[in-house]
Structures are given as structure tokens and as C-alpha cells.
């Protein structure tokens, strides 16, 4: 194994391309420092709700500070904000979402055909006035905190997977760039519904002996290394798999390198 530290080789860096780090901290001191500590051991970095708001409560800011960690000043973060509304406020939201550091943000397929058409919308008219590519706008299929018990508790008539799979249909056909689906269907999306849309999979697992370290609140987990190896355009969010080990930076590396074969 290469020491921590040393230039990744060309597997790792493509592999390395395909991690998204979650930063699920309850302030930008502590998200700045983990950017600060693995930046160049993963390729982009997911802001979630509660981080956020904590960066408006310290007068914002937390997309252009982690931009500046982008190796090549490429968009780096991916805003997981869950937007679900009418479609004129989802418009509103997504033009104001499209600015420079942000590479992707999802909306809730269950919002309809018109939400995604206008977040679409939104997103290329705010991104046309930076002059900069209009970010990607996923569609999340089925949460991961869910299964099947809980969606038959809540009414659907469908399964996890066929819900997921309903979802990724509807998603590429209303134009969507990808969706946001559990690791372990990663796979099995790209070859039911074809590798040109972006899939971004939830619910990556540690395990070693004696122990199972994994992001809290998910049901629906899978190993990374085959997840890598079952979608060749998966990207996947990591969050406490690396945050909470022992040692963070050494843990991305070994992600890193359980990915680089199949990368």
C-alpha cells in the first residue's frame, strides 16, 4: 500500500474523481477543516440542509470557500437541498442555486414533470448569468432512510427498487441530467436505463472485522468497492465512512484504492 501523502496513480485519481464527500457538520469551521484535510482525496463536496443554513447564519459563503479546494477551479460541490415545491418557486430556487462552484443539485422526482422541466430552466437562466455551464439537477428517486415496510406504510403500491426504478425512468425522460439512488442500484440503473445519465449513489458501507461503520439513518447500504465496479458513471457520497474513522485522510485512501480497479 502507498504511503498517505505520496501523488495518487492514474486508477486513484479516476477513482478519486468519483467520491463525493458529504460534509455533514453543523458548522463551517468544521466542514472547512475536513475540506482542508482531504480535498485532493475526493473530487467534490456535498453541502447538505443543515450546513447550508449554518453558513447563512455566518453570512454564507460556504460554496466559494470550498470552490477554492477545486485542483482546477472545476465546480466541486454538489448542493443536496432536496428541492420540492411548485414549479415557479422550484424555478426561483434553482436560478439562484446556478453559481460558480456548484457542479450539481437534486430535486425530488415525486415534485413532477413541470418541477423538473422548471428547475431546468432555472438552473441554465441563473448559470447564463455567470457565464459558467449550467450545473447538473439530479432527481432523488427513494430516500435511503426508507424500505419497502416504510413504503407500503405510506401508501405506494410499489417495492424500494421497482419505486426506484419508476423514478429513474421518469427522471431521464423529463430531461434530468441523473438521480440519486442507493449505492447498491447503481448498477442496475445504469444498465436498465443506459449510462448517459449521472447516477449518484447513497448508503456507502466501511466494513473490518468487529466493526460496520456507515452513514447514519441509511437502510439501504453497499460496499464501495462494488459499487465502483457495477457502474462505470456512478459517482458515490461518502460521509461518516471517512469522517468518523480513525483516521480520516488514511480511510479516503483506502476507499481510493478499493475503487482504482474497477476505475
Given at each position: ?158 417495492k424500494y427498487e421497482e419505486l426506484v426504478h419508476r423514478r429513474t425512468a421518469l427522471a431521464k425522460k423529463w430531461g434530468l441530467d441523473g438521480v440519486v439512488c ?82
Open positions: 500500500m502507498a504511503l498517505i501523502g505520496y501523488p495518487l496513480t492514474e486508477a486513484e485519481e479516476r477513482a478519486r474523481q468519483r467520491v463525493v464527500l458529504a460534509l455533514d457538520f453543523p458548522t463551517i469551521e468544521q466542514a472547512i477543516h475536513t475540506a482542508e484535510d482531504l480535498g485532493d482525496r475526493v473530487g467534490m463536496f456535498e453541502v447538505g440542509t443543515e450546513l447550508h443554513i449554518a453558513s447563512e447564519r455566518k453570512g454564507g459563503g460556504i460554496v466559494r470557500r470550498l470552490h477554492s479546494y477545486s485542483p482546477d477551479g472545476s465546480a466541486n460541490v454538489l448542493l443536496d437541498l432536496k428541492l420540492h415545491d411548485t414549479p415557479q418557486t422550484v424555478r426561483k430556487a434553482s436560478f439562484q442555486l446556478a453559481v460558480p462552484g456548484v457542479s450539481v443539485f437534486n430535486i425530488h422526482v415525486e415534485g413532477g414533470e413541470a418541477m423538473a422541466h422548471a428547475a431546468l430552466e432555472g438552473a441554465e437562466q441563473g448559470a447564463g448569468v455567470y457565464r459558467i455551464p449550467r450545473p447538473k439537477v439530479i432527481g432523488i428517486t427513494v430516500l435511503t432512510s426508507l424500505d419497502d415496510e416504510d413504503l407500503e406504510q405510506d401508501g405506494h403500491g410499489m442507493p449505492a447498491k442500484l447503481a448498477g442496475v440503473m445504469e444498465v436498465e436505463h443506459g449510462s448517459d445519465l449521472l447516477y449518484v449513489g447513497l448508503g456507502i458501507k466501511w466494513e473490518e472485522p468487529g466493526a460496520v461503520l456507515h452513514g447514519e439513518g441509511h437502510k439501504q447500504l453497499y460496499p464501495v468497492d462494488r459499487a465502483a465496479a457495477e457502474s462505470t458513471t456512478g459517482i458515490f457520497v461518502i460521509g461518516s465512512a471517512i469522517t468518523k474513522a480513525p483516521d480520516p485522510r488514511a480511510r479516503a485512501y483506502q476507499i481510493l484504492q478499493l475503487m482504482a480497479p474497477h476505475c
